[in-house]
């Protein structure tokens, strides 16, 4: 069965970086893109981005792209998001994806357990 | 960029149907998505192309889409369907996905 494996929770200092790995299995990795959303405390999802782990081609929102790196590894399955110079409006609960295509679209059957981040001095 | 609405809450008595309303521009010629989360869980995809269910998800959910609205329906509603609904499509435009601001159904 597909199964998204997230890396537990962690607490950083403004200005700090944060790595979250997102592994998976049941499913060949290289065969589907992975994303990344998040939720900010009371608040709906964000998508943030997406990478191909076929070719580590990866797109991020405009607004965090100077700031977010997503990578993966395909000899483990896993996938990363690095979110640097962190503010405390980055405090979220951050989710990978699996995206399933569909024609000119794509949905998410299959989700991560969700990885807290709280940024605070 | 694509804006996706959707009205902050919808009350409905058990037993009954609740409608919940995803707005987008010309949203009928898009494929549409909902999620259900429930607090403190992940989102669950509870139907896919405007209107099929994902295996597991109940017949009392469906979906219709055309023109400028996308529309959810939960007949029977139980205690249980009280959650978070979020539609989303995909961007053409700008190759990502997009995400309505939710809907928290509430059950009476």
């Known amino acids: 069965q597909v199964q998204l494996v997230q890396s537990g929770a962690e607490v950083k200092k403004p200005g700090a970086s944060v790595k979250v790995s997102c592994e998976a299995s049941?499913?060949?990795?290289?065969?589907?893109?992975l994303t990344w959303v998040r939720q900010a405390p009371g608040q709906g999802l964000e998508w943030m981005g997406w990478?191909?782990?076929?070719?580590?081609?990866?797109k991020s929102v405009q607004n965090l792209q100077d700031r977010v790196t997503m990578t993966t590894d395909t000899s483990t399955s896993t996938a990363y998001i690095e979110l640097r110079n962190l503010r405390s409006d980055d405090t979220a609960v951050y989710y990978c994806?699996?995206?399933?295509?569909?024609?000119?679209?794509?949905?998410?059957?299959?989700w991560g357990q969700g990885t807290l981040v709280t940024v605070s001095s | 960029s694509y804006v996706l609405t959707q009205p902050p809450s919808v009350s409905v008595a058990p037993g009954q149907t609740a409608y919940i309303a995803c707005g987008g521009n010309n949203i009928g010629y898009k494929s549409v998505h909902w999620y259900q989360q429930r607090p403190g869980q992940a989102p669950v995809l509870v139907i896919y192309y405007n209107n099929d269910r994902p295996s597991g998800i109940p017949e009392r959910f469906s979906g219709s889409n055309s023109g400028n609205t996308a529309t959810l329906t939960i007949s029977r509603v139980e205690a249980g369907d009280e959650a978070d609904y979020y539609c989303?499509?995909?961007?053409?435009?700008?190759?990502?996905?997009?995400f309505g601001p939710g809907t928290k159904v509430t059950v009476l």
């Open positions: 994806a699996r995206a399933d295509p569909g024609g000119s679209t794509y949905y998410y059957v299959f």
């Open positions: 990478i191909n782990p076929y070719n580590a081609n990866a």
């Open positions: 989303q499509v995909w961007d053409t435009s700008n190759d990502n996905a997009v």
């Open positions: 049941g499913y060949k990795f290289t065969n589907f893109a």
